[in-house]
């Protein structure tokens, strides 16, 4: 047991790598003559850890960036009580710059257009946030963009029909995120959500 602890120790490894490297390749590379000389295979060994160190390097730095999108990342949810929207975060970051995306109300059921209206910025102790809801039966315009009617009905696990909606936010670092809801008929269900996008905000 003991000897089995020693050897996953860390520096026993860096020992018997540098070994490896520093004495047992540049005497079998000399004996393969592949080099003239030790030196020119310690130079070798040199190489392959000065490579191995940059990978190393990278890895911790990707787990790093990982593990920092983790501790900061918000996740908004939607859940329907009473009568009421609410939007909740169960990440561990604060939600920025809130957006819920306009859905257009199919054909079928009736032409027109879903609008929603919430605050800007949701933290994990925040109570749920309300999400007003308004339908249009044309394309409302900026001024009358939120005098629709109440369509919060059509949004319960007991209507017929079925919505995707989608929520627009931010990272406290600026990473732009999204979460993607079905709501309506079934219940609530998240249906997808998303780590940072690459270019950053929107």
């Known amino acids: ?76 949810v939607f859940t329907i009580v009473d009568d009421q929207l609410l939007l909740r975060n169960i990440g561990r970051g604060p939600a920025l710059s809130i957006k819920v995306a306009d859905v257009e109300v199919p054909a079928e059921v009736v032409t027109g257009l879903l609008v929603f209206e919430t605050n800007d910025t949701l933290t994990p102790d925040d109570d749920l946030m309300e999400v007003h809801t308004y339908y249009h039966p044309t394309l409302p315009t900026a001024a009358n963009r939120l005098d629709g009617v109440n369509f919060i009905a059509s949004l319960k696990p007991a209507s017929p029909d079925t919505y995707r909606v989608t929520v627009h936010f931010e990272d406290i670092n600026g990473g732009a995120r999204d979460s993607v809801a079905q709501l309506g008929n079934g219940g609530v269900r998240l249906l997808s959500h998303s780590t940072p996008r690459s270019e950053g905000k929107r």
Not at 26 to 43: C, D, R
Not at 62 to 74: F, G
Request: hydrophobic letters at 45%; aromatic letters at 12%.
């Open 1 to 76: 047991m003991n000897c089995r602890r020693t050897l996953d120790s860390r520096w026993t490894r860096i020992f018997l790598w540098s070994v490896v490297l520093f004495g047992a390749l540049p005497y079998l590379l000399q004996k393969l003559h592949w080099t003239q000389a030790l030196s020119e295979g310690i130079y070798v060994g040199t190489g392959i850890a000065v490579l191995w160190y940059t990978v190393e390097t990278q890895g911790m730095r990707r787990e790093m960036v990982r593990q920092n999108d983790l501790a900061v990342a918000p996740l908004l």
